[in-house]
């Protein structure tokens, strides 16, 4: 089963409107972590936001933000604002257990490609 | 502060050579993480490194290893090179200690090219 789903292969968006992507998750650990990347057309991937599965809050980091339904499983991430330069894949990842010795690595989702549209 | 390099950029070599790719992490971090991203598809974890330990290994054959060096610098090694073996090859590191410990910065990674 995919540990890490994101539906939206592509989405569109205009300039200065915000635009949410889709991510849904599978574990049965109670600890983890989400995480979200941008990887422009350069390929360098870019950390946005972390969210944690015991933060009561959801994470914002200027114009990112985690809408985190632990329920549902699903941690999506909303850009406000878009900008050209906003253009680009993003990474959807989780890492499992924070206990000392559990494994760290992240397992990625299979990405969103966002074009913003001037 | 200096972010989490690579080298080389890019590589090129065919089928059945050996291949070296080379990661250097940010300062004070000790652990490395390897992954491994074909054309048009998502990362694949391969290796995790820590304190010169290899810690987790991903779903890859035993033609591909590395080590981590006393200065916490990473190499990861591919021999037998197969034509699908291209791919964009990302190198990420963590401190796994302290309040951010879950972050991971990647570097800009090398493209390795098998023909």
């Known amino acids: 089963a995919q540990k890490i789903t994101q539906t939206q292969p592509g989405m569109f968006v205009q300039e200065k409107e915000a635009v949410t992507l889709d991510c849904t998750y599978d574990?049965?650990?109670?600890?983890?972590?989400l995480f979200w990347y941008k990887q422009p057309s350069s390929g360098e991937m870019i950390f946005l936001i972390y969210?944690?599965?015991?933060?009561?809050q959801n994470a914002t980091e200027g114009r990112y933000s985690l809408n985190f339904q632990k329920a549902r499983k699903s941690a999506n991430l909303v850009i406000s604002a878009s900008q050209l330069g906003d253009s680009a894949m993003y990474f959807c990842?989780?890492?499992?257990?924070?206990?000392?010795?559990?494994?760290?690595?992240?397992?990625f989702g299979s990405g969103t490609q966002l074009t913003v549209l001037p | 502060e200096a972010g989490v390099t690579q080298s080389p950029t890019h590589l090129i070599k065919t089928r059945g050579q050996q291949a070296t790719l080379r990661c250097s992490p940010i300062?004070?971090?000790?652990?490395v993480y390897w992954y491994q991203q074909a054309l048009g598809l998502g990362l694949q974890f391969l290796l995790w490194?820590?304190?010169?330990?290899?810690?987790n290994r991903g779903n890859f054959p035993p033609r591909f290893s590395g080590r981590q060096f006393p200065n916490y610098s990473s190499e990861l090694n591919v021999n037998a090179l197969e034509l699908e073996d291209s791919a964009l090859y990302l190198c990420?590191?963590?401190?796994?200690?302290?309040?951010?410990?879950?972050?991971?910065?990647f570097g800009p990674g090398t493209r390795l090219t098998v023909t």
């Open positions: 990420a590191s963590s401190s796994d200690r302290g309040r951010k410990s879950y972050e991971q910065y």
């Open positions: 574990t049965s650990d109670q600890s983890y972590g």
């Open positions: 969210q944690g599965s015991y933060d009561e």
């Open positions: 990842a989780m890492r499992e257990g924070r206990e000392l010795g559990s494994a760290r690595q992240l397992t």
């Open positions: 300062s004070g971090h000790t652990s």
């Open positions: 490194y820590d304190e010169g330990e290899e810690r």
